[in-house]
């Protein structure tokens, strides 16, 4: 080709200036449409949600600086895309790199509860089991967002192929009164586990929670009490108010039979993880995959961790938060909860069949 003719080729000085910005917008739509269809757009990193004042990513992880499952945003968005081969044509090796696989569905199975129980635990445990995906972030769309709509909720969710189970955890769930019936009218067959643990324990973890975005919070017992002398328990405080688990439980009751419900032993989690995963495992109808070779004992954070989780090769124990040491509580204090406790306590035995052994 002569010179003249690609000066011909290359000469747009003919063409209108609205013919030439049409044609680069052409451009444009061609390789973002290409780039999505390849799934690329999935990978690109979430929002990232605020949960109880603290930050968890949307796909679960703690942006906490050391310590387990956590992240900061800057390595989440190179966890998301380090799945992408740096060379990868869309079909390397015959496994196409799209992760626009599946669906989006609504979760078979939630963790409604309780706050401080050991959900964070038990989703993580959850979600190295390969059949089951969950939302990491706490959607609070049964509670806080469910003006938004059933369409909002469903596409928070990942994608799910055929036999996988879709989950998500919000704690506050089982404390809000109109949760029940509005889990009923997404489904009525959704399966329910509740995370519960000692009350009193419960009471001062939630405490020590506030605390620590709150310095200056008045002292435990001035909270738990309406008037230190009469030693009339403060139930409006909702750090006592959770624990009053028969109470909630009866609301739920209304709505869903018994047989729904699945109820994990947030010290049995933490004594025996493999054990109480079993049970987790049969409940969801699940092949029990996650087995005591999933975990290890880490004796500095004194609480069991994964050798491996999900999308890491490191072994890692939960953020910070999890696992707190918990300030001195008179020991007057912690007694008049567990009388306070005591008769809720039974009734919850009663209800689920199960004696947690509180008292
Ligand atoms: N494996 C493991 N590692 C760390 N922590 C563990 C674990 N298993 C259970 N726990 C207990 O989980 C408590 C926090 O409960 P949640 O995750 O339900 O809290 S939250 O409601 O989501 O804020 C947390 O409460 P605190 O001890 O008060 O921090 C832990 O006791």
Known sequence: ???????????????????????????????????????????LPRPVYYCNHQTISQDGLEPEPQGSFTASPVSLVRKQLSHVPKSASPQSNNISISNSFGSKKFPQAIIIGVKKGGTRALLEFLRIHPDVR??????????????????????????????????????????????PRRVLSMSRRTKLIVVVRDPVTRAVSDYTQTLSK???LPSFQSLTFHNATTGLIDTSWSAVRIGIYAKHLENWLRYFPLSRFLFVS????????????????DFLGLKRVVTDKHFYFNQTKGFPCLKKPE???????????????????????????????????????QMTGHNFGWN
Not at 270 to 279: F, I, L, W, Y
């Open 1 to 43: 080709m002569g010179c003249s003719k690609w000066r011909a080729a290359f000469n747009f000085g003919h063409l209108k200036a609205h013919k030439l910005s049409a044609f680069f917008t052409m451009i444009i739509l061609f390789t973002y449409y290409f780039y999505c269809l390849n799934g690329y757009c999935d990978s």
């Open 134 to 179: 969950a939302v990491g972030a706490e959607p609070h769309f049964f509670d806080r967002f469910y003006e938004k709509g059933l369409d909002w909720y469903r596409n928070l969710m990942p994608r799910t192929l055929e036999g996988q189970i879709t989950m998500e955890k919000t704690p506050s769930y089982f404390v809000t009164k109109e949760a």
């Open 214 to 216: 709150s310095p200056g």
């Open 266 to 281: 947030g010290e049995q989690l933490v004594t025996d993880p493999a054990g109480e995963m079993g049970r987790v495992q």
């Open 311 to 349: 999308g890491s090769s490191r072994p890692r124990c939960l953020g910070k938060s999890k696992g707190r040491p918990h300030p001195q509580i008179p020991g007057e204090v912690l007694l008049k909860l567990r009388d306070f406790y005591r008769p809720f306590n039974l009734k919850f035995y």
